[in-house]
């Protein structure tokens, strides 16, 4: 079988990772696949632990349907989004990113792969939305390396650990409502899935 001609002096390209393989890596996580950062989550009996809000001006809409059925979609650049279950902050891209939220004979298969174009995302948002009036709270502009992803992902969380200890940073400006404290609402999430301690 001819597969036309490869210079023997160089490989050429395979696929970056299998879907295969993605669905048996049951370890939830971030990978970097060259200039994917991809997240993969798996819930076990559960069938919406992850759910994906995007921010539309001053409305947050889910992206799920009713009946369960798998999501495939694709954030667009400059739009605020949140896994919730995976995320305690907002975060805007200025890059597009994918997101794959599927029913799975365990409960439910999530996976967000964020980049693909080179040097892209460059800048990122995190902040959060005001649970009353849906303005943003604590915006802070952050530069991304695609090389260090991790990077920016620890930025965040110590950024989003700032702003649950600080009372200040969680009052809207707009309407002075005060945001709960994200890393407490995480937890109850954990609670409700049986999966702490508490027993
Ligand atoms: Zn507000």
Not at 71 to 92: C, D, R
Not at 160 to 168: I, K, L, T
Not at 174 to 197: F, K, V, W, Y
Request: net charge negative; glycine share 8%.
């Amino acid at each position: 079988m001819s597969r036309g001609y490869v210079p023997s002096s160089r490989t050429i390209p395979g696929p970056d990772m299998s879907f295969v393989r993605l669905f048996d890596d049951l370890e939830a996580g971030w990978q970097f696949r060259g200039q994917y950062a991809i997240w993969t989550g798996s819930a076990k009996g559960e069938r919406s632990r992850y759910t994906l809000l995007e921010r539309h001006g001053d409305r947050v809409a889910p992206m799920a349907y009713e009946d369960g059925s798998p999501v495939f979609h694709e954030i667009k650049a400059n739009v605020p989004f949140i896994v919730q279950g995976l995320m305690s902050y907002w975060v805007t891209f200025n890059s597009d990113a994918m997101w794959l939220d599927t029913p799975s004979p365990e409960g439910q298969y999530a996976f967000l792969a964020v980049g693909g174009s080179a040097g892209k995302p460059s800048a990122a948002t995190i902040d959060w939305t005001c649970t009353h009036c849906g303005h943003p709270i604590s915006p802070k502009g952050f530069e991304v390396s695609p090389l260090s992803f991790k990077r920016f992902l620890m930025q965040a969380d110590e950024y989003a650990a700032e702003f649950d200890r600080s009372q200040e940073m969680r009052t809207c400006t707009d309407c002075g409502t005060i945001h709960p404290a994200m890393l407490a609402q995480s937890r109850e999430i954990e609670n409700r899935t049986g999966e702490t301690d508490e027993a």
